[in-house]
């Protein structure tokens, strides 16, 4: 065999296994909350032995803690155990074209304080920058139990995930200027990850919201763009780059109008809020104002509504021929409209997909009262950082 086809094959060091072995254990207590050593040794396959090594680790390193008698299985009592998630911090952040929102959350997922702040393109990039350090800054500063261990940040697309930075913000020049992994690491000395928000939402969604331990689920960030999230049996799918999913860049018209990417017809352009906002006119500058029409029986507002989630359907008909789903979740901007948006998408899919793949799918609206993006953020950072507990995560903060 010539040097030109070998492949670099990689093996598993013991210690490779033993940190698997610990991502995994806290993975399951943090699934189920206050759990007993068996039911995870039961959950996760490893001998009791395995269990109590790493449970007796953890609770040494501060990252399990004891809660007492619980009751189990055929009524046989034992100690409980759960994750100290409260000392171990994560910011969350989400950008998008006209906000910054910044949240604090521990291994749980719970919310300790949220800021959000609106900007202006035409301010520019940086000075949008030097805001959200502000609120990171502040956010910390708040903090008084354990430490802030990492940052995690949803942001739109076309993302070089890889390389920490925006490829493209169409509607706000300048962020593919901004090394903003690199800016925000170096200024505050912990990980940070960056995420598309279209994936951070599904990967919160798969986390948090109601759906299956297995399948494909398609989370769309339908608002200022359109984007979506490929998560497959909990694991986002990113491609090479970290761009897959930049659906509002599918052209569904070849001949149609130039899109910012210098593609041409590209999905957004015909069902993202600022395309619709646009197509409706100044009197009509937010989607809240769209949803208030809405309610009062506007034909005209109902129309461009419907003309909008009609393209997005449509363009969501490739991608279930494509990824084959078991769930699609609509959220972001655009699911403000509710069942005007469900509905059509629906129809759209229902009558353009094989009925054996319809039958199979569910469609869904991501529930408005939470931002799913910003916990994808924080989702994104704590599932790294629970792939290598020992590395980020030990010693507890004091």
Known sequence: MSSTTLRTLSGTNLEDVQEMNRSLVMRL???????????????????????????????NWGLIVETGMIEGKKGRRSIGIKLNSEYYKIIGIRLTRTSISVGMYDLDGTEYGLQKLTINPGEGSAIAFKKMKDLITEAISTNTVGKVYAIG????????????????MSNFPGWEKI?????????????????????????????????????????????????????????????????????????????????????NGCLELYCSTSSL?????????????????????????????????????????NVVNVYNPSQIVLGDEFAAVGDRLLHTVSEVIQQ??????????????????????????????????LNQPSVHLWPKAE
């Open 153 to 168: 940040m949803a942001t739109p697309g076309p993302l070089f995930r890889n390389e920490g930075r925006i490829a493209l």
């Open 352 to 385: 353009h997909v094989l009925p054996d793949v319809w039958n199979r799918l569910e469609i869904k609206l991501a529930p408005p009262e939470k931002d799913f993006m910003l916990v994808g953020a924080a989702t994104i950072a704590i599932d790294n950082l």
């Open 179 to 263: 090394n903003i992994q690199e800016e925000l690491t170096r200024e505050y000395e912990i990980p940070v990850y960056l995420e598309h928000d279209a994936k951070a939402g599904g990967m919160a969604h798969w986390w948090f919201g109601d759906h299956q331990d297995h399948g494909v689920l398609i989370f769309v960030t339908a608002g200022q763009g359109v984007g979506a999230g490929i998560v497959v049996d909990g694991t986002v799918y990113r491609g090479s780059l970290g761009m897959a999913g930049e659906i509002g860049h599918m052209s569904i018209d070849y001949k149609g109008p130039k899109c910012e990417c210098g593609h």
């Open 29 to 59: 207590v943090r699934k189920n909350q206050i759990c007993s050593r068996a039911e995870i040794a039961e959950a996760s396959g490893l001998k009791q032995s395995t269990i109590t090594n790493i449970i007796n680790e953890m609770i």
């Open 277 to 317: 906002l646009r197509v409706l006119g100044n009197e009509y500058p937010s989607i809240q104002a769209v949803c208030q029409a809405l309610e009062a029986g506007n034909s005209i507002v109902e129309e461009a509504v419907q003309k909008a989630a009609w393209f997005l359907g449509f363009g969501l008909v």
